[in-house]
């Protein structure tokens, strides 16, 4: 199959990226100063980071498509206001995961933000279950555009007046010299942050105009290193079909109205693992000394008994040191505790820790 | 000090008496990105030419890292396992790795100059 690549690709290629296929999509991996410099750039100032490979799903309808929605996500739709959003997941009768993602109320329907990987099989699923009651569109002409930092509102701002007046995790149609944008305050690098879906004839001007302002392109290696120190969860790392997000420890994700009675797929296992706990759970892991442990690093107690795996590993810039996740049974999970990680056959102490490794700097309340 | 030689595993070498220092090429600290972790053989133990004598890590993945030519290591650079940026910054002067006792220096023969180096590094890139 042809890899696929977005409307920002030439721009890439001008601002010397080097390139990684990730999810069928030729992607930059980061640009001439690496991953450490524009990690430190996006916590000091502002990063720019192209995901037009992830899905926008819109799907339109009426009160009733919030009624099917609710039979498949585990939150309070019927009360989510107008432009605001939630993190949620699609799973399946286990309560294994298909996919995270992020669904915002728009006015005609719902606004659904799918990991790349995972689109066209949520879109499969997600019809199937719809069935053809609703108009649904994973839009391939629209550009989803991330800027994240502390610079960042000042910066969009002063392209589309208006931006500094969303809080956290809500959004709204702007006007702009780049037509109709839908612009939400959200991100996955632990800073303040936004992301634009934008036509994607628009993006590369929109995108060097922020260039312009001061903002830099940042690549995934980056967004990576970003998102682990702020304990954010990676499909395909800490999340895949089989896990649940009582596992995943990602409880605060499912709205608690939705627990008493249920009726999302996979609120059996739910429920049954919030009363009883998961066997495994995710956790933060902090290596002592400067030592890496990657994806699949095995985790041991001090017997010699393998307790858990690693899912993510990397060094941490801001934090200036080695960090990870990955899942223990349930009795090695309290922060503290120490545990061995198999490192090129040898055996190195770490400790379980609290996440996020580094302080997030959302924004809330400014209205 | 002897003329800088080159292998294939992207190390730099160079011989002072039968004393060797031996360290990674600054093409291969392009090719890796930041680097954020070093792991050296130990003081006193042996290694083998074309064996591994130690790690590096990016914040992308971790790399071994060979010895060109045999022998017994009498020192290594502390200050890189201290602050692995220092490789990044000089890898082919004071970001040196270890250092060997040679007692086969016709192991240096085959090795590259820096001009097969060179071109070496550039066909092995594209």
Not at chain 1, 57 to 82: Q, R, V
Not at chain 2, 5 to 25: M, P, R
Not at chain 2, 32 to 41: K, M, R
């Amino acid at each position: 199959m042809e890899i696929k690549k977005t409307s920002l690709n030439k721009l890439h290629q001008s601002n010397n990226a080097k390139f990684v296929e990730f999810a069928g999509y030729e992607m930059p991996i980061q640009y001439s100063k690496g991953i450490i410099e524009e990690h430190k750039f996006t916590r000091s100032h502002s990063g720019i980071f192209d995901v037009s490979h992830m899905g926008q799903l819109f799907i339109y309808g009426d009160e009733s498509l919030t009624e099917e929605l609710e039979k498949i996500f585990p939150l309070d739709l019927k009360n989510l206001k107008l432009n605001c959003s939630k993190y949620s997941f699609l799973m399946n009768e286990d309560a294994g995961i298909y996919d995270d993602l992020i669904i915002t109320k728009i006015e005609e329907g719902y606004l659904i933000i799918l990991n790349a990987a995972c689109k066209d099989k949520d879109f499969e699923i997600l019809s199937n279950l719809l069935g053809s009651k609703f108009k649904m569109n994973l839009d391939n002409n629209r550009s989803l555009i991330a800027i994240q930092g502390p610079k960042s509102v000042e910066i969009l701002n002063s392209i589309i007046n208006g931006v500094d007046q969303l809080n956290f995790m809500t959004g709204n149609w702007f006007d702009s010299d780049y037509q109709k944008l839908f612009v939400t305050r959200s991100g996955y690098t632990g800073e303040d942050g936004f992301e634009i879906s934008i036509s994607n004839d628009k993006a590369e001007k929109f995108v060097e105009n922020l260039i312009q302002k001061g903002a830099q392109l940042i690549g995934l290696g980056a967004r990576d290193t970003l998102r682990l120190e702020a304990g954010l969860c990676l499909y395909g790392h800490e999340l895949d079909i089989n896990k649940t997000p009582v596992e995943a420890n990602l409880r605060w994700a499912i709205s608690k109205s939705r627990l008493s009675n249920g009726g999302f797929i996979g609120s059996k296992k739910i429920m049954n693992q919030m009363q009883d706990g998961a066997s495994q759970i995710r956790v933060g892991i902090k290596p002592e000394g400067r030592l890496i442990a990657r994806e699949k690093t095995k985790i041991f107690d001090d017997t010699d008994t393998q307790i858990g795996e690693i899912t993510s590993g990397t060094f941490g810039p801001s934090v200036n040191g080695p960090i990870a996740m990955g899942y223990v049974d349930k009795e090695f999970s309290k922060v503290d505790t120490k545990i061995l990680l198999e490192v090129r056959g040898k055996k190195h102490p770490a400790n379980v820790c609290t996440l996020p490794f580094y302080k997030k700097n959302y924004v809330k309340g400014v209205n | 000090m002897s003329e800088v030689k080159f292998s294939k595993e992207h190390e730099w070498i160079t011989l002072e008496g039968d004393v060797a220092t031996i360290g990674i090429t600054k093409h291969a600290t392009e090719m890796l990105g930041d680097i954020v972790f070093a792991e050296l053989p130990e003081k006193g133990s042996n290694v083998k030419k074309d064996g591994t004598a130690g790690v590096v890590e990016s914040t992308k993945a971790a790399s071994d890292v060979y010895t060109p030519v045999s022998g017994e290591v009498v020192d290594t650079n502390q200050a890189i396992v201290d602050d692995p940026s220092k490789i990044n910054e000089d890898p082919e002067g004071s970001a040196w790795f270890f250092k060997l006792k040679m007692k086969d220096q016709s192991e240096m023969d085959s090795l590259m100059n820096k001009e097969e180096y060179d071109k070496f590094a550039k066909e092995s890139a594209s």
